[in-house]
């Protein structure tokens, strides 16, 4: 199982940090990925990181501003966003997958519940 953690009301320009904790699982055998759904829209992709978290790949609409990273020690990967913006709200998503990295949602193999971002301008 995974549980997506650490959302919240935040001002724009703010940052927080999500979590995203497996159980039943070592996330260290797996790609993870984060995704967003803003209400009406189709899931987005976010960020992914690979096993051993040298490799990163991130949408166009976050570079700069998101980082990920992965603490296997833990069994949790992270999502660091700063400078939000108001169209960075969405339920957001970690998702694991075997071998290599995807932007694709349809690539991932596990999902966990999410949690909401809000971001106020």
């Known amino acids: 199982q995974l549980q997506a953690s650490g959302g919240g009301l935040v001002q724009a320009g703010g940052s927080l940090r999500l979590s995203c904790a497996a159980s039943g699982r070592t996330i260290g055998t797996y790609v993870m990925g984060w995704f967003r759904q803003a209400p009406g829209k189709e899931r987005e992709f976010v960020a992914a990181i690979s096993r051993n978290g040298h490799s990163t790949d991130y949408a166009d609409s976050v570079k700069g501003r998101f980082t990920a990273s992965r603490g296997n020690a833990k069994n949790t990967v992270y999502l660091r966003m700063n400078s939000l913006k108001p169209e960075d709200t969405a339920v957001y998503y970690c998702?694991?997958?075997?071998?290599?990295?995807?932007?694709?949602?349809?690539?991932?193999?596990?999902w966990g519940q999410g949690t909401l971002v809000t971001v106020s301008s």
């Open positions: 998702a694991a997958r075997h071998n290599t990295l995807s932007s694709s949602w349809d690539a991932y193999d596990y």
